[in-house]
């Protein structure tokens, strides 16, 4: 595993250098404004080979996309699973739709697509094995498990919902 080392700079906020496995460097430095930027380490020369400037809200949504909240991709041990027939797909509710603000029972998500709810990421908190009674609200993201047919079944039901 490579190292991590982080850094106060005076004036500025911090910087995290990532050594990785294969030698190459990322270094982020946060500004106290929120601003990001990460450089990719030239390993022949003392200087960044690219650096890409991301601001706070850009960065977080790299951050979800990097610690895998929107897609994680199938550890090896689970594509036997998913090569039966079962798959998992994580959903975000937008902004709008009518499956929000009802509960999981209300919205009839089993009996109308076939898939279960088995887990809700909202925010930063995670509620895990979810009852009929949760309510569904805005931004939530719904870890749901089925049959590949069932989890397309549900993506058609949610199309005309905007859900992603």
Not at 46 to 61: C, G, I, M, Y
Request: with cysteine; charged share 30%; glycine share 10%.
């Amino acid at each position: 595993m490579g190292k991590f080392k982080e850094a106060d700079l005076a004036g500025i906020g911090k910087k995290y250098t990532f050594s990785l496995n294969s030698g190459d460097e990322i270094v982020v430095v946060v500004h106290a404004t929120g601003r990001r930027e990460i450089h990719i380490m030239d390993k022949m020369r003392d200087e960044p080979a690219f650096t890409v400037v991301l601001s706070d809200e850009e960065a977080k949504q790299i951050a979800f996309v990097i610690g895998g909240v929107d897609f994680q991709p199938v550890p090896t041990e689970k594509i036997d699973f998913i090569a039966k027939g079962v798959a998992l797909e994580w959903i975000r509710v937008k902004h709008g739709s009518p499956l929000a603000g009802k509960t999981i029972g209300e919205n009839q998500i089993r009996k109308k697509t076939g898939v279960t709810v088995v887990a809700i990421l909202r925010g930063e908190n995670i509620i895990a094995s979810p009852g009929p009674e949760e309510i569904i609200h805005e931004n939530d993201s719904l870890l749901i498990v089925g049959k590949i047919e069932s989890i397309k079944n549900f993506l058609e039901y949610c199309k005309e919902y905007s859900l992603k």
